[in-house]
């Protein structure tokens, strides 16, 4: 057998068995699906031997099964779980809290092994978010919060933490952090190109549902992420990395396929009518970017209106008969100028929340009212005499309304001020660091760089208005891609990392 035979062999077996491994993955959780309905027995078999199946991903190609992690809420809370029967749909929820513990487990007996678990979690977000804990502990006793009502309000918010850690546990370089930050990117543009067939074609193409507007938008569109201020937020947190790419890439037909990409990802975020999304790539993305590169910074800005004017103009619901709804088209500026109507007149639900929560923070400045007990996911499933004492349950006049749509309220409520101090403390820590070295950093070292700061500033901004940073399909991306960048800061602090790695061309 000749040298060249040999090699086409052991590159043929080395890409067969993570191929076969993904085969059968899938096709359990296909059969999970088809078997649901009759067996929930069945249905807890498929996911343990699914579990033990990534544990044995995770010894063997332990980068892929960390980006697999980060990308599988996307998956149970939009996909799976609307394919399950209703009785079971809520165990899907839970199947990326799963996946971080094998994995997570997995990743970190590995590291121990070879001496690097505590140089990998030795890092001021550990201290910053054990702090966190410390002050919800301490919160918890003093407001009597029930001891597992309070273990699941803490776990609720800090258990993505743990996706911070998992590159530290295993090591990334450049090419490989692309690769994970490339499949995230993949991901939401899937995404965006099924918006796009829903705004020209039809909102429910595909079998596709789409979410209906309050202000003029008719529709606010999601492909098969399901709601629309998931899928805004997600093109928010990927289009710093395309717009850093159209301007720190020194070859042109990767700056074209930048700006390509990135033109798309604008376009759909306008489509998604989900203003929160928009306020994160203003006040998040682009202010970040201004930070990392004047010229992307630029380049955001006017392809930012020209996506808008596009939106505007392009036309609409094509493969329905007439060519339209029958309704108006939805409109950009009427249905934003409606919503700012309704928080200048006092009647937007979020602003009262707000209004709501004052005399509560000033009752319990400190460590606030107990973790699980405002706000958040906990304080549905358990309830909380919180809401009753200050008419904060008045407030939830809308049958799917269930938290306060606002991270940063429902965490400092719960935690007081002394909480929401560590909980940044501990993503300032995370995210200065990437910051500086972005501005410092060339070519694709930039794109990394730049890209995580900007990204997980706008996922940190949307946090506002939504309770995302509680959801692990977002809160996964934030602390992931933190500290996927933060591994290549130490190179570009030497000369080597402020060109562009050959390595990466």
Known sequence: MSVTSQGASTLTSRALAPAATAAAGLLLVIAAVVLAPISTAALVAIGVVLLGLVAYAAVRWPRAAIVVVVLAPILDRYVVGGLLPSAVEGVAHYLSEGLLVVVGLTLAVRAWRAGRLGQAIRHPVLWATLAFVGVAAVSAIVNGVPPLVALVGIGFTVDAVAVFFLPRLVGFDLRQSLIAV?????????????????????????????????????YRLAAFIGDPNVFGTFAAAASPFVLL?????????????????????LLTLWLSFSRGAWLAMAIGAVL???MVDRRTFLLAIGMLALAFVVAQVMPRDLALPSGGTGQPRPDLVDSTIGRVDTVGSGRDLRTLFVINAVPILRDHPAVGVGPGRYGGA?????????????????????????????????????????????????????????????RR???????????????????????????????????????????????????VGSRAGAAEAPAAR
Do not use: C, K
């Open 182 to 218: 490339a499949a995230f990117v993949a991901v939401v543009t899937a995404a965006a190109l099924v918006v796009l067939l829903q705004a020209l074609l039809s909102p429910d193409i595909f079998g596709l549902s789409f979410v209906t507007g309050r202000f003029g938008e008719i």
């Open 441 to 491: 950093a060339r070519g694709w070292w930039r794109v990394l760089l730049g890209g995580a700061a900007a990204g997980s500033a706008a996922l940190a901004v949307s946090a506002v208005s939504t309770m995302l940073l509680e959801a692990n399909s977002v809160a996964f991306v934030f602390w992931f891609l933190l500290g996927l960048a933060g591994l290549s800061v130490p190179a």
């Open 378 to 438: 906990a304080a549905d499933m358990f309830g909380t005499p919180i809401y009753e004492r200050y008419g904060t349950d008045e407030l939830f006049t809308v049958a799917t309304q269930r938290t306060v749509d606002n991270f940063w309220l429902h965490l400092v409520v719960e935690t007081g001020l002394l909480g929401l101090a560590a909980f940044l403390a501990a993503a300032l820590s995370a995210g200065i660091p990437v910051l500086r070295a972005a």
């Open 245 to 265: 790419a159209a301007t720190s890439l020194s070859r042109p037909r990767w700056r074209w396929l930048a700006i390509g990409l990135a033109f798309l990802l």
């Open 288 to 290: 970040v970017l201004l």
